[in-house]
Nanobody
Framework: QVQLVESAGGLVQAGGSLSLSCAAS????????MGWFRQAPGAECAFVAT????????ALATTWKGRFTISRDNPKNTVYLQINNLKPTDAAVYYC????????????????????WGQGTQVTVSS
């Protein structure tokens, strides 16, 4: 069955960096676009970043452009989210998910275009 397991986020000091990873199994990883979402306390789950199956195309939510980077390693079946210059507002539960896209350059920014989700990982930022 499809499994997506995010790495532990943890407590990070503001201004620091954090790399989240999501290990995938149970499907052909290289065939699907992937994405990251986040849910802050009291807020809805929001799109963060997406990457095409070929890594040739990425998209990030405007709010996090410049500090967030998404990447993937297809041979390792892993997608990453790098967060630099962490801010207290980055605190949230971060989820990775598989997109309903298999075209090489296609990316998805809408939550409804994702089907399988990881369990989420908590990121806490201390000021």
């Amino acid at each position: 069955q499809v499994q997506l397991v995010e790495s532990a986020g943890g407590l990070v000091q503001a201004g620091g960096s954090l790399s989240l990873s999501c290990a995938a199994s149970g499907f052909t990883f290289r065939n699907l676009a992937m994405g990251w979402f986040r849910q802050a306390p009291g807020a809805e789950c929001a799109f963060v970043a997406t990457i095409s199956r070929s890594s040739g195309n990425t998209a990030l939510a405007t709010t996090w452009k410049g500090r967030f980077t998404i990447s993937r390693d297809n041979p390792k079946n892993t997608v990453y989210l790098q967060i630099n210059n962490l801010k207290p507002t980055d605190a949230a539960v971060y989820y990775c998910a598989t997109a309903l896209s298999s075209a090489p350059w296609q990316v998805e920014t809408e939550k409804r275009r994702y089907d399988y989700w990881g369990q989420g990982t908590q990121v806490t930022v201390s000021s």
